[in-house]
């Protein structure tokens, strides 16, 4: 239901730009964007849960400093470094900080690190993928890929017009299966570079946005050239 089969989406800013986008995420609805906000405060929550695990086991060895004594009443500028002291200080005076502390205590730290670094890398990894063609006519190509990480930023090329040799449909095998796959031919490079390389459309995506990068990126020029 969070994610689909690879669907294509354009969107031409102006006459001369088409930006093509394959991904997974599907069609905005209000249950689904309930749903990913239910997915979100839950990230959240296990995140901070992770976090306060490891911070009541780090509180309990003898290399960390004692905290120093803080007010009992909350700060009156909820947004410094001293509103966060206070509310750590005030979870380890409660009871659900001494079963968090007992809690991390039974668990090895060979278990503990390895397993709070695990749950932190999947709770931060993104539902949906997706990747990008941006066509402009007279400057050139930008391919886009979507981390799959939120604390990742996205990979992108961009490829000046002069460069281009050639944007192709090409073919291969997988398996016993033939994959269709869009390549741009660089001037100078012996590696050909593969746009939506995660995802591998089908073919109909691929040739659909052959066609409209290359009417783009040519001026609509009628050009037939063979699929390799």
């Not at 995140?47 to 960390?64: D, G, N, Q």
């Not at 659900?96 to 205590?105: N, P, V």
Request: proline residues 7%; positive net charge.
């Amino acid at each position: 239901m969070l994610t689909t089969l690879p669907r294509l989406q354009i969107r031409r800013p102006s006459p001369t730009t088409t930006e093509f986008t394959v991904t997974t995420q599907p069609p905005s609805t209000v249950a689904l964007r309930l749903l990913r906000f239910l997915l979100l405060v839950l990230r959240i929550l296990l995140s901070i849960l992770t976090i306060l695990l490891l911070e009541a086991r780090w509180s309990l060895s003898p290399y960390s400093s004692p905290a120093p004594a803080l007010p009992l009443t909350l700060p009156h500028d909820l947004f410094t470094a001293d509103t966060l002291l206070w509310a750590l200080d005030a979870l380890h005076r409660s009871s659900t900080g001494t079963s968090l502390r007992h809690f991390s205590a039974s668990i090895p730290l060979v278990i503990l690190l390895p397993g709070a670094a695990l749950a932190l890398r999947t709770l931060s990894r993104r539902v949906y993928a997706e990747e990008s063609l941006l066509v402009m006519r007279g400057l050139g190509v930008q391919t886009r890929e979507s981390a799959p990480s939120y604390f990742a930023s996205a990979a992108t090329r961009f490829i000046p017009t002069e460069k281009i040799r050639d944007i192709l449909v090409n073919e291969a095998f997988r398996g016993f299966e033939v994959r269709y796959y869009l390549i741009v031919v660089v001037e100078g490079e012996e590696d050909l570079v593969v746009v939506f390389p995660g995802l591998l459309p089908r073919r109909r995506i691929v040739e659909a946005v052959w066609r409209g990068a290359r009417e783009c990126l040519y001026e609509k020029r009628d050009e037939k050239t063979p699929i390799l």
